[in-house]
C-alpha cells in the first residue's frame, strides 16, 4: 500500500524543495530584508523617493554610518555562506566601503546613501551569484571576509583621523 507524501515547492513551481535549497532561500530572503530595511524600508511623503534606515542612521554623527555599514557587512557572511565566489563579495565589500568613505561626509554622505543603495546592489549581487550548490566554506573564505570587513573599517579609521587632523591643523592656524 504505497503512501501518499504531500512535496512542498516554491511557490508557482513544479518542483519538490530541496531541504538545502530551502535553507538557501531562507538565507537570500534575510538578505532582502536587511538590504530592504537599510536601502527602502520608506518611501518619503509625497515622492516616489525610497529610503531606509541607512541614510537616516547617517544622521548620527560619528557613529551612525559605521552602524548601518556594519549591518550591511553582515550580507558579505551571508554570501560566503551561499558560495558566492570571493571576487563578487571584493566587489560588495567595495559597494559598501564606497558607501562609507562617502557616507562620513555630512549631508553629502546621506544624499549618497539613498541615491546609492550599496545594500540592494549586494543583495542582487548576492542572489544573482549564490551557487545552486555551494562547496562547503573553508576557513580562508571565512577569513578572507573578516579580512575585508576590518580592512574596511581600518580604512575608514584613518580617513576620520586624518579629516581630524586637519580640522585641528586648520583650528590652530585661525587661533
Same mark, same amino acid.
Given at each position: 500500500?504505497?503512501?501518499?507524501?504531500?512535496?512542498?515547492?516554491?511557490?508557482?513551481?513544479?518542483?519538490?524543495?530541496?531541504?538545502?535549497?530551502?535553507?538557501?532561500?531562507?538565507?537570500?530572503?534575510?538578505?532582502?530584508?536587511?538590504?530592504? !530595511? *537599510?536601502?527602502? =524600508?520608506?518611501? $518619503?511623503?509625497?515622492?516616489? +523617493?525610497? &529610503?531606509?534606515?541607512?541614510? #537616516?542612521?547617517?544622521? /548620527?554623527?560619528?557613529?551612525?554610518?559605521?552602524?548601518?555599514?556594519?549591518?550591511?557587512?553582515? !550580507? *558579505?557572511?551571508? =554570501?560566503?555562506? $551561499?558560495?558566492?565566489?570571493? +571576487?563578487? &563579495?571584493?566587489?560588495?565589500? #567595495?559597494?559598501?566601503? /564606497?558607501?562609507?568613505?562617502?557616507?562620513?561626509?555630512?549631508?553629502?554622505?546621506?544624499?549618497?546613501?539613498?541615491?546609492?543603495?550599496?545594500?540592494?546592489?549586494?543583495?542582487?549581487?548576492?542572489?544573482?551569484?549564490?551557487?545552486?550548490?555551494?562547496?562547503?566554506?573553508?576557513?580562508?573564505?571565512?577569513?578572507?571576509?573578516?579580512?575585508?570587513?576590518?580592512?574596511?573599517?581600518?580604512?575608514?579609521?584613518?580617513?576620520?583621523?586624518?579629516?581630524?587632523?586637519?580640522?585641528?591643523?586648520?583650528?590652530?592656524?585661525?587661533?
Amino acid at each position: 500500500m504505497p503512501i501518499d507524501i504531500e512535496i512542498e515547492s516554491f511557490p508557482n513551481s513544479k518542483r519538490p524543495i530541496d531541504p538545502q535549497e530551502r535553507e538557501r532561500e531562507e538565507l537570500r530572503a534575510v538578505a532582502d530584508a536587511i538590504a530592504k !530595511l *537599510l536601502d527602502s =524600508a520608506f518611501v $518619503l511623503p509625497g515622492t516616489s +523617493i525610497r &529610503i531606509g534606515l541607512d541614510p #537616516l542612521l547617517g544622521l /548620527i554623527p560619528g557613529i551612525g554610518d559605521v552602524i548601518s555599514n556594519l549591518i550591511g557587512s553582515s !550580507l *558579505l557572511f551571508l =554570501a560566503t555562506r $551561499l558560495g558566492v565566489p570571493r +571576487i563578487v &563579495i571584493f566587489r560588495m565589500a #567595495l559597494n559598501i566601503f /564606497i558607501n562609507m568613505s562617502l557616507g562620513i561626509i555630512p549631508g553629502i554622505g546621506d544624499l549618497f546613501s539613498v541615491w546609492f543603495k550599496s545594500n540592494i546592489r549586494n543583495s542582487h549581487l548576492l542572489r544573482r551569484y549564490g551557487q545552486p550548490h555551494p562547496p562547503g566554506s573553508t576557513m580562508a573564505d571565512w577569513v578572507y571576509v573578516v579580512g575585508l570587513i576590518i580592512g574596511m573599517l581600518a580604512i575608514l579609521l584613518g580617513v576620520i583621523m586624518t579629516l581630524l587632523w586637519i580640522i585641528a591643523k586648520l583650528w590652530q592656524m585661525f587661533l
